[in-house]
């Protein structure tokens, strides 16, 4: 006697229902994208019971005539799909045609619809998979589907399920996750009979992504299209999300989606401008032709596969960076003045230049002791309040009068370099500065940290970081795997702007390290460089490596100005003006933001006035 049989038509819906349904949220998911691809302008969800008691879900879609209502409790019985061809090419949300009959067997169903050229609609009734009534009803156009007592049947799957405000959770991110993708339409979400939130439909994904992320700060505008493939959507600025509202939402031609490789596109191209341990917040809305993606290979359409995901994550690294750009434009127009004639500009920075010529002369020394690499730490030049000789003093003016000159000095000098009114240094740490009715706070340690990485970047890309010479050559001791990755690597090293020589077994001098820090230690130099092509990860792109910009961004904040550091006016008005002309100044390369501003209501609100 043959063992093996063939199981029921009952039982085979309920073990696909243990991979379509989930938890009641997935429920929700499945009655969402129906009514999505039935055309619906207008949803409503409610829930009772974290889902267990109750799901419905009511819709003005097309709506179906009585005998879709009974075809549609069937397995396999889908109006999405009309040959095998189109699987390869899927158009809508649903194609398998297994939710619905899944669905009636671990619950109680109840679906009600009607077409819109019909008078009267139908209603059909299940419980656990068994039909019991089916009749005519009058409804308005659309579908009505009502879930009651999910998993009633089933003990064990509903002791799995966690807390119901857990599963509301997930019922509340399903639907979310479907106003974003679909912004035209409107969503509705009742929870046990109070209305939780009512998205109107609007013509604008921001209007939706400000309701449903319920923020209102600045946002990085995501648009970009070559070849099939577009991109829009908008990111959260990083120092503006908390953690717990921190929210990638990733959808592929509508459809939300979990996907790795785009959740590094979008770390990638945040690359500099995201801090360590912070996860990117916003939404991702990415549009390619149907038949570049494979929807079918989860049982939930959680996950997709693309047919040229390498050219799918260049495209999105490339529109996001393209965005962090852009909005470094708007921040540079806002803060900085717009640029002055050529001959205007020469005047207004003769000081400046003198200033800036100061850097490559310090940092052109070589090996030194603690105590003089203390005074070479800042680039720019270093002075205490303590050396400093006031001429007004000498002139006769008291500390008023001094005052007085500097501060308008000050002025003249940044409003034609900048646009910027200096008001001078807080705690040697920050710059103050006034502009358009507004206070800015400037971190200047993270300002000098990102114009340095900068341009150790930009000179790495274009293959040409310059080296400095050392005056007295430094002589190091490796282990033998750090002397196997320096000759392995030895033209890379070189290309990162530092030159060795092998002295003999595992003793190597230093010739020249990167002249932008030279003031650095050689051996740290080496050291570092070894560290980061030992977790080398070239992308063969043309692009920035990780491992590299991890050594740049560590090189910088080394070798930038420090707290404690005291300026002189012309000093930070240097700073101010190569943040001007710097690509990136926004963010240091670890991602903390290096501007603060206050608005003068801002202010006032802190004294109470009125």
């Excluded at 994208?33 to 097309?62: C, F, H, K, P």
């Amino acid at each position: 006697m043959s063992r093996i049989r063939i199981l029921s038509d009952h039982l085979a819906n309920q073990i696909a229902a243990g991979e379509v349904v989930e938890r009641p949220a997935s429920v929700v998911k499945e009655l969402l994208e129906n009514s999505l691809d039935a055309g619906s302008s207008r949803i409503i969800v409610q829930v009772e019971g974290g889902g267990t008691r109750l799901l419905r879900v009511i819709d003005d879609g097309m709506g179906m005539d009585g005998d879709d209502v009974l075809l549609c409790l069937e397995r396999h019985a889908t109006s999405k799909l009309q040959d095998e061809s189109q699987l390869s090419a899927i158009t809508t949300l649903g194609f398998r045609g297994e939710a619905i009959p899944s669905i009636a067997s671990v619950s109680r169903l109840t679906l009600l619809s009607r077409a819109a050229d019909a008078d009267i609609g139908a209603r059909a009734e299940v419980r656990y998979g068994t039909l019991h009534a089916v009749h005519e009803d009058g409804c308005a156009r659309g579908t009505v589907v009502e879930v009651k007592t999910l998993f009633g049947n089933i003990p064990a799957r509903k002791k799995f399920l966690k807390s119901p405000r857990t599963e509301l959770f997930h019922i509340e991110e399903v639907v979310k996750n479907q106003a974003l993708a679909h912004p035209e339409t409107s969503f509705e979400l009742h929870v046990d009979g109070r209305q939780r939130f009512d998205y109107h439909a609007t013509d604008t994904p921001e209007e939706r992504m400000r309701a449903v992320f319920k923020y209102q700060g600045k946002l990085l505008p995501l648009i970009g299209a070559v070849g099939g493939f577009s991109l829009d959507g908008f990111l959260c600025l990083p120092e503006s999300v908390t953690a717990a509202s921190a929210r990638l939402r990733l959808l592929v031609n509508g459809r939300a989606v979990q996907d790795r490789m785009l959740r590094h596109a979008v770390i990638e191209g945040l690359q500099g401008f995201l801090m360590k341990g912070h996860s990117p917040a916003g939404v991702l809305r990415l549009n390619l032709p149907p038949a570049d993606i494979d929807v079918n290979v989860h049982p939930a359409k959680r996950e997709i596969r693309f047919r040229t995901p390498r050219d799918v994550h260049i495209f999105v690294v490339g529109v996001i960076r393209q965005a962090v750009l852009d909005y470094q434009d708007d921040v540079r127009s806002d803060l900085f003045a717009a640029p002055v004639s050529d001959d205007n500009f020469r005047e207004s920075r003769i000081e400046v230049d003198q200033v800036e010529i100061r850097q490559p002369r310090v940092m052109s020394l070589g090996a030194a002791t603690d105590k003089q690499q203390e005074q070479k730490s800042f680039p720019l030049s270093r002075t205490t309040p303590e050396t400093r000789e006031p001429s007004s003093y000498r002139d006769g003016g008291g500390p008023e009068t001094e005052a007085n000159a500097s501060r308008q000095g000050m002025q003249i000098q940044d409003e034609s370099a900048t646009g910027l009114i200096l008001i001078g240094q807080l705690m040697d740490l920050y710059l103050l500065c006034e502009h358009d009715g507004r206070l800015l706070v400037i971190d200047q340690h993270a300002a000098h940290e990102r114009i340095l990485y900068g341009r150790l970047v930009a000179a790495y890309l274009a293959r040409d970081i310059p080296s400095q010479n050392l005056l007295f050559p430094v002589t190091v001791e490796l282990l033998p795997g750090q002397c196997a990755l320096l000759e392995k690597c030895n033209r890379e090293v070189a290309r990162l702007g530092l030159q060795t020589m092998h002295f003999g077994e595992t003793t190597y001098v230093i010739k020249a390290v990167p002249a932008m820090v030279s003031q650095l230690s050689p051996e740290d130099i080496l050291l570092d460089i070894l560290g980061a092509l030992g977790h080398w990860d070239a992308d063969g792109q043309g692009g920035l490596p990780e491992s590299v910009a991890e050594l740049f961004s560590s090189m910088a904040c080394k070798a930038a100005i420090k707290a404690g550091n005291s300026l002189q006016p012309e000093e930070m008005i240097a700073l101010l003006q190569q943040m001007d002309e710097s690509q990136v100044f926004s963010h240091c390369p670890h991602g903390r933001p290096v501007i603060k501003t206050f608005s003068r209501a801002e202010i006032e609100k802190w004294f109470h006035r009125t």
